[in-house]
């Protein structure tokens, strides 16, 4: 099974940038795919951006244009780099991972979440 942790969140102007990361660990017989999701208070949770395993990427119109999706995989790492942040971005952000495991059976993997919190 694969394991999630997201760190970077924290505190900006509107207008300002951060980026995330999310380390993954243990082992898969093949990740399909990693998304960014966040959820603010009171919303449901909604896709951000995603990356497949052909690196062909996707990403909420509201962050077309912000928001870049990326990955190292040397370091096992998935990035959300997030620029001109609005009060509206402000979320709990939450890192997925998709696949398959060494047994055959697909998994969905998320990370404990990371806040974001954009504000004068």
């Known amino acids: 099974q694969v394991q999630l942790v997201e760190s970077g969140g924290g505190l900006v102007q509107p207008g300002g940038s951060l980026r995330l990361s999310c380390a993954t660990s243990?082992?898969?017989?093949?990740?399909?795919?990693m998304n960014w999701y966040r959820q603010a208070p009171g919303r449901q949770r909604e896709l951000v951006a995603g990356i497949s395993s052909g690196d062909s990427r996707n990403y909420a119109d509201s962050v077309k244009g912000r928001f870049t999706i990326s990955r190292d995989n040397a370091k096992n790492t998935l990035y959300l780099q997030m620029n001109s942040l609005k009060p509206e971005d402000t979320a709990v952000y939450f890192c997925?991972?998709?696949?398959?495991?060494?047994?055959?059976?697909?998994?969905?993997?998320w990370g404990q979440g990371t806040q974001v919190t954009v504000s004068s």
């Open positions: 243990g082992i898969a017989f093949s990740i399909d795919a």
């Open positions: 997925n991972a998709l696949g398959i495991t060494i047994g055959g059976a697909n998994f969905n993997s």
